[in-house]
């Protein structure tokens, strides 16, 4: 079965703009959370939505912002850009019962901000 | 303090060599994730553990929940090893925490 699919796979972008990133998650998964990597921070969680719901948060500023979809792809947004937002943006989903644990991770989108 | 701490953070050993990485977290967990990256970027979940220890081929996974420890074992170790393993833990309230990861490089 296909796996996770993020994109775009790259893009760049200046401060100030704003970027939506698309997740489609493992069909029959309904668990899609976000993270972001750099160098500098290693991984960090953004969130995390469960049947249209956030059901957690990290520690992010309100500029990151995320929804999904009924058929469970989910989108995050970054708005008014910053230099230090450039980052690799992973999701991951998860299924139910005994997969609800086990992460399986997209390819990422590297997002570089000028 | 970080909540998720890794050793080594560098680790190079000659093929066919027993490979350890170490774990430690300071939170309550529901379960620790072993995740294994490959220049370019894509991630693989190894293992979820919530107790006790798994095998997967070559790799092994432990846990102590008492001690609040994990190690990965790579038994046989081969250049296609080589890569970035994290250790994450998913916090009683559900909160994902990283490691900052262990590169290891494999020579043959």
């Known amino acids: 079965k296909a796996g996770v699919t993020q994109t775009p796979r790259y893009l760049i972008k200046t401060r100030g703009q704003q970027v939506t990133l698309s997740c489609s998650p493992i069909?029959?998964?309904?668990?899609v959370s976000w993270y972001q990597q750099t160098p500098g921070q290693g991984l960090q969680f953004l969130f995390e939505?469960?049947?249209?719901?956030?059901?957690n948060k990290g520690n992010f500023p309100g500029r990151f912002s995320g929804r999904q979809f009924s058929n469970s792809r989910s989108e995050m947004n970054v708005s008014t850009l910053e230099l230090g937002d450039s980052a690799l943006y992973l999701c991951a989903s998860s299924g139910t019962g005994d997969g609800a644990n086990v992460l399986t991770f997209g390819a990422g989108s590297r997002l570089t901000v000028l | 303090k970080n909540e998720v701490e890794q050793s080594p953070q560098n680790l190079t050993a000659q093929e066919g060599e027993f490979i350890t990485i170490n774990c430690s977290y300071s939170?309550?967990?529901?379960?620790l994730h072993w995740l294994q990256q490959h220049p370019g970027g894509g991630i693989v979940s190894l293992f979820m553990l919530s107790s006790g220890k798994k095998k997967h081929g070559r790799l092994i996974a432990t846990i102590n929940i008492q001690e609040k420890h994990s190690s990965l074992h790579i038994t046989a170790s081969h250049p296609r090893d080589s890569a970035v393993y994290i250790c994450a833990v998913r916090r009683l309230g559900n909160q994902f925490y990283f490691g900052t990861g262990t590169s290891l490089t494999v020579i043959p």
């Open positions: 069909s029959g998964h309904r668990s």
């Open positions: 939170v309550g967990i529901s379960a």
């Open positions: 939505y469960f049947s249209e719901t956030q059901r």
